[in-house]
């Protein structure tokens, strides 16, 4: 039987503009701590006196982090009320940005960053505090900005990282956000409780099944070019995530209340769009780790820039700056073509700019045209991924699909990253820089990627829209809804703002 859910106590809405701010702010925060620390390891590691191995770590432990919570928190905000759990995930971004701030150790700073990867949580819950709480005609327009906010605020890491390590220190890239996420998380406060809640229980034996086969999925991949793709550490976790997987999908084909309802997954538009974000995360996730480091890189290897991490941030600037323009445009473009046209055209955007990165990069000038019209495609997808999902999905499943969507997308990025720093590292000794070859082969497969994601695209089924249901104040707590037909409206209404 499909999860019927409950309608929360009818109370007087507040300006969704208001809510939308905290929203914006706490997205933004969680954005800027993904990228921040990347471009700084090396002064992480000379300052916390580490290894380059272990300060990998602080990148690690935060990606394992947010693998396990993301989908997890979705899925208690839908119960227990999403302005619930809102606050306690940005309430963990602060403990955590705080602990980070203030370490000494490199101990303290893994598990500081830990913390902060709770902090995952906030992107599902935001999606479903989105649809409940904006007009009708204006939802697909926040998700949108919401979900090209991720991918912005991941792309202006890496550009302030090194002026604010320049002119202050490490410590203040976890001190500035930790300011944003402490505001944000006392405004919500104030955000309406949620008025629709899914029934059931948390599913604990799943919870644990999903978060030991990403763990081990994502450890094998993080660290299979350290141990070797072929060691018995990184086979025995690879064969381990498999097996835990199938268990964990049968365990939540069996539950009455499962913690990832498997037919909500296997809904065509869902399926078709996690797809696409799969492939989308090798693409942005390699590109920002891999940028930055090619345009660092002496003149004299023959190749790259000499860049500082300041100036090499600046190389990133341009598709920061698009990003946020697609991700405007996503929502115009959606309502006139439907959120699959945005997410094609996105899709079909970034793929001719990757392979000028992939044979032309020897002027500073081919690196900003693929920097500015990729981050247009981007985030003309990124936007569009999120409202896809959301559309195709009961309103008490918006967490836990938004969830598993923005995982699927991370679980792509660490995939594509490890394959990317293979080839790029093909034959490469110890101390000596990648060839111009091997970028040229990891660029190639970034824009490989990105093609398939353009015909995954296609796959998506034209989309259709639920009638809109006003929560009336007669609806009584806990009285069950008529199932509504997914076939009676035509689509994607998404307002170009959000005022």
Request: hydrophobic share 55%; no cysteine; glycine share 10%.
């Amino acid at each position: 039987m499909p999860e019927e859910f409950a309608l929360a106590p009818a109370q007087q809405r507040r300006n969704h503009t208001f809510t939308f701010s905290v929203l914006i702010f706490g997205v933004a925060a969680y954005a800027l701590l993904q990228s921040m620390v990347i471009p700084v390891l090396p002064t992480i590691q000379s300052q916390l006196h580490t290894t380059q191995s272990t300060v990998t770590w602080v990148v690690t432990g935060y990606l394992l982090s947010a693998s396990v919570f993301t989908p997890l928190l979705g899925r208690v905000g839908d119960m227990v009320g999403k302005q619930k759990v809102l606050v306690f995930t940005l309430l963990a971004l602060a403990v955590g940005s705080l602990l980070a701030a203030l370490a000494t150790s490199i101990t303290v700073m893994i598990i500081a960053r830990i913390v902060q990867g709770i902090g995952g949580g906030v992107l599902p819950i935001a999606f479903g505090i989105a649809r409940d709480e904006f007009p009708a005609e204006k939802v697909n327009g926040a998700i949108g900005n919401l979900a090209a906010l991720t991918a912005v605020g991941g792309g202006l890491g890496l550009v302030l990282a090194g002026p604010i390590v320049a002119h202050l220190n490490y410590h203040w890239l976890f001190w500035i956000p930790m300011v944003m996420v402490t505001a944000s998380a006392g405004a919500a406060l104030f955000v309406p409780a949620s008025p629709v809640r899914a029934q059931g229980k948390i599913s604990w034996g799943a919870a644990v099944l999903l978060s030991a086969w990403l763990v081990a999925l994502l450890l094998a991949v993080s660290e299979g070019q350290t141990w070797g793709w072929t060691s018995v550490r990184t086979l025995g976790l690879t064969g381990a995530a498999i097996v835990l997987a199938a268990v964990w999908a049968a365990v939540e084909l069996r539950s009455s209340s499962p913690l990832v309802d498997m037919q909500m997954m296997r809904i065509p538009t869902v399926w078709t769009t996690n797809l696409v974000a799969l492939l989308f995360g090798v693409t942005i996730y390699a590109v920002m780790a891999f940028l930055p480091q090619f345009v660092q890189t002496p003149s004299s290897a023959g190749y790259g820039f000499g860049a500082s991490v300041t100036a090499s941030g600046l190389f990133l600037l341009p598709l920061t700056v698009t990003m946020f323009v697609g991700g405007l445009a996503s929502g115009r473009m959606a309502s006139r073509f439907g959120s699959k046209g945005a997410l094609v055209a996105g899709s079909f955007i970034s793929a001719p700019p990757l392979f000028l990165l992939t044979y032309g990069h020897s002027a500073a000038w081919e690196i900003y045209v693929v920097s500015a019209v990729l981050g247009l495609g981007v985030g003309l997808a990124f936007s569009a991924m999120s409202a896809l999902v959301v559309e195709a999905v009961e309103p008490h499943q918006t967490g836990v699909s938004g969830g598993m969507n923005a995982n699927i997308r991370t679980i792509g990025g660490s995939l594509g990253s490890a394959v990317v720093a293979s080839v790029i590292t093909s034959g490469v000794g110890a101390g000596q820089l990648p060839k111009d070859s091997g970028y040229t082969g990891g660029f190639l497969v970034i824009a490989i990627a990105t093609v398939l994601a353009a015909a995954a695209s296609l796959l998506i089924p034209a989309a259709k829209a639920r009638t809109a249901r006003a929560i009336s104040p007669s609806v009584e707590l806990g009285s069950p809804t008529e199932p509504i037909d997914d076939e009676t409206v035509d689509v994607s209404v998404a307002a170009p703002s959000l005022g």
